[in-house]
């Protein structure tokens, strides 16, 4: 994707309207409910967060990842991409470039519905695997879809003992 001018880089504050637009356009068909501008404005804020964007030869923006980030345990909260980039790397750029900014041994958990199976086999390509199910977690007016809960790393309890 290099070769397409593909940018990767944290977001301004200011493009907080743009995040929401694109989110709204990935999740909207969905059951999950699209995230306002002002909720990104209070997440990009806040110091546990981690976000980057993608912009395609300096185009308007076409991916984005958002995480949430305590010490050695991190967890996507979002990934996506503008349905006119899928299947150009975006995505997988974007995680390589999250991975790129945590401390080694940090574990990461994220949640995927169980038929998205785009996502789940590009998580799966990274080392996720399954480690619990969320019956229901994606409301919608059928029940719900279940979501699988990925992870990725090493847990808190795999860590040697001090002393």
């Not at 994220?110 to 996720?128: P, Q, R, T």
């Not at 719900?144 to 992870?151: H, I, L």
């Amino acid at each position: 994707m290099a070769d397409k001018g593909l940018r990767i880089e944290p977001p301004p504050d200011f493009v907080a309207g743009h995040l929401a637009r694109l989110h709204e356009v990935c999740f909207a068909p969905l059951p999950e409910t699209p995230w306002s501008a002002h909720a990104f404005r209070t997440l990009l804020r806040l110091p546990t967060t981690r976000a980057l964007i993608a912009c395609a030869n300096d185009q308007e923006i076409s991916g984005l990842l958002v995480a949430r980030v305590a010490g050695y345990e991190a967890e996507i909260l979002t990934l996506c991409v503008a349905p006119a980039m899928r299947r150009e790397g975006v995505a997988g750029a974007l995680l390589g470039q999250f991975f790129e900014m945590l401390e080694p041994d940090t574990r990461t958990l994220l949640e995927v519905a169980v038929d998205n199976v785009v996502a789940i086999s590009l998580y799966e390509s990274f080392g996720f695997t399954p480690v619990g199910r969320r019956p229901g977690y994606y409301g919608g007016p059928t029940g719900g879809t279940d979501a699988v809960v990925y992870a990725l790393g090493r847990r808190a309890s795999d860590n040697a003992p001090c002393g």
